[in-house]
């Protein structure tokens, strides 16, 4: 059954506190995404990678890290540096083509 | 960089058409696609458009004029479970997408 999974569903947080989203993917895509959102608001980039071992900032990384060791997983580190981390957190990946993104169910993320 | 522009509220009846409009501002432009989102899901893909001209995917149809930098979605027949939030997003030449602040649709009886 392929497809993206995040987890947890939901998350709290602790001021001070360092939380990680998990992401992991069956697709075989090589190209993975955070986005971030807010209520009614549209997605930010946060941070992408284009293959294993390397990823870039999007337009919003600060308070953000990630990693990519394997293909299938692309973790999210909300850094207590992340002020305001309260929002839906979004992962997708793009086949080859990359006209197309494919998201997982998301995470929502709250602080307590 | 990126901007888009759509508006942020439409209210329809079911079995009518909707249009969904777009106009963009793009340092690189390489095409634009429409997303769906549910409340509390996830966007889903409906379509994308490269060149100018209407793409037909059953009852929605997108739009494109590169020239305008302007783009629509046509919803067409609406049921009640198009109502959504639909988002335009202008894919860039480094296959990055930016998204636009999101159309809630609400289609009523």
């Known amino acids: 059954d392929g497809g993206i999974t995040q987890s947890p569903k939901y998350l709290f947080r602790k001021e001070g506190q360092n939380v990680t989203l998990s992401c992991e993917q069956n697709?075989?895509?090589?190209?993975m995404y955070w986005y971030r959102q807010d209520p009614g608001q549209g997605l930010r980039l946060i941070y992408y990678?284009?293959?294993?071992?390397?990823?870039q900032k999007g337009d919003i990384a600060e308070g953000y890290s990630v990693s990519r060791e394997k293909k299938e997983s692309f973790p999210l580190t909300v850094t207590s540096a992340q002020k305001n981390p309260t929002a839906f957190y979004l992962c997708a990946t793009t086949s080859g083509t990359k006209e197309t993104q494919y998201f997982g169910p998301g995470t929502r993320l709250l602080v307590l | 960089g990126q901007s888009l522009e759509q508006p942020s509220e439409v209210t329809a009846v079911e079995g009518a058409i909707v249009q969904i409009n777009c106009t963009y501002q793009t340092s690189g432009f390489y095409g634009l696609s429409w997303y769906q989102q549910h409340d509390g899901g996830a966007p889903t893909f409906l379509s994308y458009?490269?060149?100018?001209g209407l793409e037909e995917t059953g009852r929605f149809s997108s739009f494109l004029s590169r020239s305008d930098s302007y783009g629509y979605l046509l919803l067409q027949e609406l049921q009640m479970k198009d109502s959504a939030s639909y988002f335009c997003?202008?894919?860039?030449?480094?296959?990055?997408?930016?998204f636009g602040g999101g159309t809630r649709l609400m289609v009523k009886p």
């Open positions: 997003a202008v894919q860039d030449a480094g296959n990055m997408l930016t």
């Open positions: 458009n490269a060149l100018d």
């Open positions: 990678s284009q293959i294993v071992n390397d990823f």
């Open positions: 697709l075989n895509h090589d190209a």
